[in-house]
Structure formats: structure tokens, C-alpha cells
């Protein structure tokens, strides 16, 4: 199968002044484009180019073991900015009623997610991404993995957050917290219902 970057929803400058366009262009064109890159070398020659990514990180027993640690870092570099591009939009947007209420099911309320959620975000040690994942038994959890790690072994991803600074620095320098707090402005909650609906 193709391992194409896959194009975004929106304009590079469309996220403005949360996201700022030169972040998302390089964050685009030169970081995704080079863990898809690098996935497709560390596995020239191998079946597993004809699955998707999702389905090789899913299932890591059957990568060789020399390229194990390539794949998780390519492979998750290649598969969490897929998941994070499209849950960006600069549309205002509204959760369906069964994530609203699976939300206060789990998590008492959605300002409580929130500060779950951003707590996640901002307190990840160097280099990360923040997760909202549904569980193997249908529930919401919030989660944090270092480097590129996909978060699998804790549930189904339908948020993601970035949190490498290649992610913010132009704009917001050190300042993580006040990437976290403006991402909330851009979150495409119709896709993440979407995503949700779909692992029911
Ligand atoms: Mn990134």
C-alpha cells in the first residue's frame, strides 16, 4: 500500500492564532513527512509494507526485532500526526451527546476532563503526546506516552495532543501551558465524536 502524507483539512494558516502557519507547514512537510519516510526505509523489503501502520503498531510481535524500536518511533510518528491533523479544525464544532455524556460518566464533568487532559499535556516529561483513549471495556481514559509511543497498550486514541516542541516553539517558545490552554480553541470535536461513535 501507499505511505503518503496525508494531505490536511484546512490551511496551514487557518488555525491562526492558536497554531501559527510556519509551525503547522514544517510540522507537516519536514517532521511527518519524515517519520512516514523513515518507516518506509526501516521496512524496505518487508510484508508489512502492505498493512497500515495502525495494524503493525497493533501488532509489534510480528516486527523483527532489529527494526522493533525504528517502528515504534517512525511508525508512531507516522500514525499519531495522522490521528492528531485531523482532529484540528479551525471550525467551531460540537461533541455528540453520547461523548458528552461518557465524558461526565468517567470523568465527573467536561471541565474535569479538561484538566485531566491538559495536566497530561503540560506535565509530560520532555517529549510526548497526550491521549483521550477508549478502554478494551469502553470507557475514557486520559493519558500521557514519551517520544513518539503510540497508545495502544492503554486503549483506542480519539484526541491526541502533541507535545514535542517542534510542536509550539516558534510561537509559544517554553511556554507548553499556553499551547495546551489555546489547542482547546481548535479541537475538531465532530471528529473526535466520530472516532468515538466508530469504537462503541
Ligand atoms: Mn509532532
New binding site residues.
Given amino acids: 500500500m501507499k505511505h503518503n502524507l496525508p494531505e490536511l483539512n484546512f490551511n496551514y494558516n487557518d488555525l491562526e492564532p492558536y497554531i501559527d502557519a510556519k509551525t503547522m507547514e514544517i ?1 507537516h512537510t519536514k ?2 513527512q519524515g517519520y512516514i519516510t523513515k518507516y518506509v526505509n526501516a521496512l524496505e523489503g518487508s510484508d508489512l509494507l502492505e498493512k497500515d501502520v495502525e495494524d503493525v503498531l497493533r501488532n509489534l510481535e510480528d516486527v523483527p526485532e532489529d527494526i522493533v524500536q525504528a517502528i515504534v518511533n517512525n511508525g508512531g ?1 507516522y500514525y ?2 495522522r490521528l ?1 491533523w485531523t482532529i484540528l479544525t479551525p471550525k467551531k464544532t460540537r461533541m455528540s451527546d453520547d461523548l458528552s455524556k461518557a465524558i461526565d460518566r468517567d470523568f465527573g464533568s467536561f471541565d474535569q476532563f479538561k484538566d485531566a487532559f491538559s495536566n497530561a499535556a503540560k506535565t509530560q516529561f520532555g517529549s510526548g503526546w497526550a491521549w483521550l483513549v477508549v478502554t478494551d471495556d469502553k470507557r475514557l481514559k486520559v493519558v500521557s506516552t514519551p517520544n513518539q509511543n503510540a497508545p495502544f497498550e492503554f486503549g483506542s486514541p480519539i484526541l491526541a495532543l ?1 507535545v ?1 516542541e ?2 509550539y516553539y516558534l510561537n509559544y517558545q517554553n511556554k507548553r501551558p499556553e499551547y495546551v490552554e489555546n489547542f482547546w480553541n481548535v479541537v475538531h470535536w465532530e471528529q473526535v465524536s466520530k472516532y468515538y461513535k466508530e469504537l462503541l
Avoid: P, V
Wanted: glycine residues 10%; aromatic residues 18%; hydrophobic residues 25%.
Fill in positions: 510540522h517532521h511527518h510518528g499519531n500526526h492528531f502533541d514535542w517542534h510542536a
